[in-house]
């Protein structure tokens, strides 16, 4: 019962199908005979005379080829496409681009040629091919003259000449079959993507790409900051919530602000999604204090940091928001994977072989004691950056989105990444180029 089923409904589509690419046909046939009827008014033609027959179809075809310049109207490539989508059942990518090229205009032209061409040989069929195979069938059946082809003076002639016009009605009757099926086959080349269509739309997805990086980046280092210190907080809070309430109270105070900037983290995010122009100083009270606060955060949340800072003079704000951002990565992967002991923070300025000015950001902390089992295991391993696994042993669940978002940050600016296990210790160095800012003159 369900193979009937599906085999009427297979049936069913199958004729809808049909029908619309039959439908798709008869509309070229209809754009296709005005054509012709109006190339008719203009050729002179005298009026006792009909048109010579060697004559009717090189004049069909110019006027299927001035048809195609039909294709040149603005909103044909929209109608062409949509028809070919919901009529010819064409599922592949058709485009309608934006700023239309010479490629496209070529295309357009050629598909509307093809739509009138196909349409005609259908109305040709159907109005002509159909009734003189009826007529020349009937004529043999009935044994009389022939009017449209010679005629046969035997029976075997009379039979064979009716077999060839039941053939040939046939044919006419089932011609938009191959044809539709033809034109469905040649629409995706014709109203499909071009190569610059497509390298246009793989940029649009590569910048869309890029955005959602930036703001998966962007949620990772303040959110993802801030749920470190809320995590820890909130451990040291319980354990010590019942001999030590001023340790408590601590905690939870720590914990709200956290979440405050936490808060005003994720709105400078969609305030960057609606386009609008974040006041960083009005947030975050500026660079430099926010460089402050990150390291009084890791502090209070028990990191043993000790802090050596020299920042660059001259360093642009957006470049300070960024050294923030860096620094906060770095102290939250100490703070999450690394041991017990002091974690070493250093900021200076370097320069490279060039003589350009370079902010130097390195951190040093403890492995954990899994990370290093691992460390030994994998003794041989020089970089771990790329894996990430040494320092996400004991916390394998991050999966290493962090050091990648940090190295995507360094690359926006030029800078670069040096992470990995080194006697014991998780040692990290980045260096950001310091970019310098033009002044802007008032006109």
Do not use: Y
């Not at 239309?100 to 040629?113: A, I, K, S, T």
């Not at 009389?144 to 035997?154: D, F, N």
């Not at 990086?213 to 907080?233: E, F």
């Amino acid at each position: 019962m369900s193979i009937r089923r599906q085999v009427r409904r297979q049936v069913r589509r199958q004729v809808r199908q049909q029908g619309s690419r039959f439908a798709w046909l008869m509309t070229g046939a209809a754009i296709g005979t005005t054509v012709v009827l109006v190339l008719a008014l203009v050729v002179p033609v005298p009026r006792q005379q009909l048109l010579p027959v060697p004559l009717l179809l090189p004049g069909v075809l110019l006027a299927i080829l001035l048809g195609g310049l039909l294709g040149l109207v603005p909103g044909v490539r929209e109608l062409e496409v949509t028809a070919a989508r919901s009529m010819l059942g064409v599922d592949s990518e058709l485009v309608v681009p934006s700023r239309p090229g010479l490629v496209h205009r070529v295309q357009d032209v050629v598909w509307v040629q093809l739509h009138l061409l196909l349409g005609l040989l259908v109305a040709a069929c159907l109005t002509m091919l159909l009734p003189a195979s009826v007529l020349t069938l009937v004529e043999a059946l009935r044994g009389g003259e022939s009017t449209l082809v010679p005629t046969a003076s035997t029976a075997a002639g009379r039979l064979g000449i009716a077999a060839a016009a039941l053939l040939s009605a046939v044919i006419a009757l089932t011609a938009f079959l191959p044809l539709g099926r033809l034109a469905a086959q040649l629409a995706p080349r014709l109203l499909g993507p071009t190569s610059r269509d497509r390298l246009e739309l793989a940029l649009a997805r590569i910048d869309r790409e890029s955005e959602r990086t930036r703001i998966a980046r962007d949620l990772h280092d303040g959110i993802g900051h801030a749920l470190t210190i809320v995590s820890v907080q909130a451990a040291a809070g319980g354990h010590v919530i019942i001999r030590d309430q001023d340790a408590a109270a601590r905690s939870l105070a720590q914990i709200e602000a956290t979440a405050r900037e936490a808060l005003l983290e994720l709105d400078e995010v969609l305030a960057g999604l609606r386009d609008e122009a974040a006041d960083g100083e009005a947030a975050g009270g500026g660079a430099a204090p926010r460089l402050d606060r990150v390291l009084e955060d890791h502090r209070r949340a028990g990191l043993d940091l000790r802090a050596s800072m020299e920042v660059p003079r001259g360093l642009p704000r957006l470049q300070h928001e960024h050294l923030a951002r860096i620094v906060t990565e770095l102290l939250t992967n100490a703070h999450r994977h690394g041991g017990a002991g002091p974690v070493r923070l250093r900021i200076a300025e370097g320069a490279r072989a060039m003589g350009e000015r370079l902010v130097i950001v390195e951190t040093c902390n403890p492995l954990s004691a899994t990370a290093l089992r691992e460390d030994d295991a994998r003794s041989e391993v020089s970089e771990v950056s790329e894996v990430s696994e040494v320092s996400e042993g004991s916390a394998g669940r991050r999966g290493g989105r962090g050091l990648a978002g940090l190295r995507e940050r360094l690359e926006l600016w030029g800078g670069t990444l040096d992470v990995g296990p080194s006697d014991g210790s998780w040692r990290a160095r980045a260096e950001l180029p310091i970019l310098s800012e033009r002044p802007r003159h008032d006109s």
